[in-house]
């Protein structure tokens, strides 16, 4: 996966801020993204599972995991939805929990959409 040098949407990501964190490192910058996103799409699945089993504790510790991470990337978006997740897992609100879920999916797909313009 390349980073391509187009502007980003930086409500969704804001790449100079993540290259920045990175020693302005494409090549970094690129690594980290590659993991982050295969990391997040391998948490997807299991946090849909945890959400289905009520397991609300394990479904906050990999909600905090994604908002560590995508804070860590600058991926704005996503690092609220993240944050959104954890509270409502927190809180056990289940219809909560699936909304914010959905709105990871779908700020995934656009925080992917920005590697490549």
Not at 89 to 106: M, P, R
Request: net charge negative; proline share 2%; aromatic share 4%.
């Amino acid at each position: 996966m390349s980073v391509n040098q187009g502007k980003a949407d930086v409500s969704v990501w804001d790449k100079e801020e993540a290259l920045s964190r990175l020693m302005d490192s494409p090549a970094l910058l690129d690594e980290a993204c590659s993991i982050f996103v295969e990391e997040s799409e391998q948490q997807l699945p299991s946090m849909e599972k945890q959400l289905a089993n009520a397991d609300y504790t394990a479904l906050a510790r990999e909600a905090h995991k994604m908002k560590g991470s995508a804070g860590n990337l600058a991926a704005l978006e996503l690092h609220q939805q993240a944050l959104t997740l954890e509270q409502a897992a927190k809180q056990e609100a289940a219809d909560q929990a699936a909304a914010a879920l959905a709105d990871i999916k779908e700020g995934l797909a656009r925080f992917c959409a920005q590697l490549t313009h």
